[in-house]
């Protein structure tokens, strides 16, 4: 067999119906996708384990495709090999005539990689430039965790190698010794606008790529014997913990076979008519020079993946907080009668540990502030204990990575940084990743360090995920704002729990008991803390003590007011419409945020409900800057129970 010559053939088959489906569709990347044809023949039809009737199959090599605009080219391979997709819920084989849907409404082919719509080869989504490789280091962490040697191979471009997410992730790769991931860095020397700039040529990148401690390999990327080499090698190399991490600098031409569409101009710009006949004959031109030595019985062989050893049963009850305290010989701190969320959740992720092998903690350098570092000293828990260092926007990506591979991945750091990451978490969100996020020292009351350090923005953004519906049907995130540790601690057991993505924000002020472990907390639910009937106030996290006071202090004056701490978005809205019609249709929000969050969500309802109601919003109105104590923030910011007495004296005309 000229394996060479039967690699052309493939690749001139891909390359030429790359252009075929774009053509069709409209639009698409099709001279990107041409300059990966013999790295993804390469791959997809020798090199890589595993199998196209099981493209998920657990124990699959996988390769993660960065530069989500050249997709076409593995769409086509995956149609040559016959490749099952999730075609409306049934699963069947991919054809060649499917290529003609691309990016239509109803195909599985969207015009990026994305799991979720029917093309489970991929594991997440991408396309968003500069996550792919994150999300191959977290697929690369699971597979050691689980005694897997998958390999993982991730197609980065040039231009997006400028991107400071694939710093945070070349280092992470090094920091962690994952020389089970393959970098390769795509250079046609062509981004959308033009050359790339010289710092991403090929010779730069390798240079870089030296400097992180790679061994770096450059080659022709259209030279099949190359390619495979360089394979070859890294699969070789790619169980060995103490060796360097490999990378692959693969120089390519964008538009490879065609030399009319070469050069910039036609990114994104598919050709049609005289200019689509020209390529193919191009390539067909290209074909007649290369595979000169085919013979009709040439053939690939894909290995298969290995056997999946099934996992031992989960096994263990959720303590109670309690319980759990009581074990890790903290009992006396449930004494003193407060607690900060954030100790609370560091407590239930080392439980949640414990009880399941599937949970990963992921932290960026703060873990004695989130309290993370409870779980990274357990013994028995620290191998699964992810050290991200300052790169949140990796973390988020390579926990996209690990819930592809089938754990859950908690990321934690302060909430005010989770902001960095908020492009990698939609497309986590995106990809159906069962990830979940806590955000600590969030909202005001954390005073002294400034509004560099504070999420104020936070909840109107992940608010607006529940708003809409994920793949499954379900909120596409939900946010949790606990007001004390009972809470906190029993809302990261209900996040482990669901399958789907969760933002929970934690404190770092102390906060008093206000519940104890017989409450059940569920996600959309709320809790009534006081009855009465003369309005409602609408809590969540610190504001929910805030509200306590105000309670207290409207009682002195007469006025019977109910506190609702709402600590989901979304709530069930039906239940809340009928506690706030229950108090006259009067309702204060109060909330330690920016605006767009818990009074804005309760204002949805109210339109939605189509009832008379009267709301007032209270939250932060102005830029905060630091202050000595949780209390003289409140003040600043005007969120005091005093200023909610205000508010609801004026709303209720009460002189």
Known sequence: ??????????????????????????????????????????????SMRWSPDYPDYPTSDRLVLSEGHGVPIVYAAAAKLGTVVIDRGERRKLTLDDLKTLREKHSVLDGHPNPMEGFPFFDAATGSLGQGLSVAAGVAE?????????????????????????????DHVVDRKLTNVLPIFNCNEYGQADRVSGQQSAERIGAKLAAYGYEVKTIDGHDPKQIKAAFDAFAARSSERDA??????????????????????????????????????ELDERRVELTSTLVSSDQFMIQPPAELVPPEDEGGEVPTLAEAMKSFDMESALHTGKMATR????????????????????????????????????????????????GEQNMFSVAAGLSAAGKIPFCSTFAKFVTRGYDQIEMAINSGANIKIVGSHA????????????????VAWFRSF???????????????????????????????????????????????????????????????LTEGRDLVLAASGYMVHEGNKAVELLDKAGISATLVDLYSLPFDEEKLLDVIGANNGYVISLEDNYGGGVGSAIADAMVRSGDAFTLEQMHVTRIPKSAKTPEEMLQMCGLTAEDVVKRAMKLLQVV
């Open 443 to 458: 909202g005001i009351t954390l005073a002294s360090d400034g509004p560099s350090q504070m999420a104020l923005p936070d």
């Open 244 to 281: 360097k991490p490999m990378a692959l600098v693969a120089k390519t031409v964008k538009g490879w076979g065609a030399p009319s569409l070469h050069g910039s101009g036609w990114h994104g710009k598919p050709p049609t008519g005289e200019g689509l006949q020209r390529a193919y004959a």
């Open 343 to 390: 100790k609370a959740y560091g407590i239930a992720l080392r439980v949640l540990g414990q009880v399941s092998r599937r949970v990963v903690a992921l932290d960026a350098d703060v873990s004695n502030s989130t309290h993370a570092d409870m779980f990274a000293k357990d013994p028995a828990l620290a191998e699964r204990f992810i050290e991200c260092k300052i």
């Open 142 to 170: 699971a597979s050691r965790l689980d005694g897997m040697d998958r390999r993982v191979y991730c197609i980065i471009g040039d231009g997006e190698s400028r991107e400071g997410q694939i710093a945070e992730a070349l």
């Open 466 to 528: 529940s708003t809409v519906r994920d793949h499954r049907g379900n909120p596409a995130c939900y946010v949790l704002q606990p007001a004390d540790a009972y809470a906190a601690y029993a809302l990261a057991g209900v996040m482990a729990e669901y399958e789907g993505a969760c933002y929970m924000r934690t404190l770092r002020a102390e906060t008093e008991f206000i519940y104890s472990d017989d409450v059940v907390f569920n996600l959309g639910g709320f809790e009534v």
């Open 1 to 46: 067999m000229s394996y060479e010559a039967a690699v052309h053939a493939q690749a001139i088959e891909l390359d030429r119906l790359s252009l075929e489906m774009a053509a069709a569709a409209g639009s698409g990347h099709p001279t990107t996708a041409m300059s990966l044809g013999h790295l993804v023949t390469v791959l997809m039809f020798s």
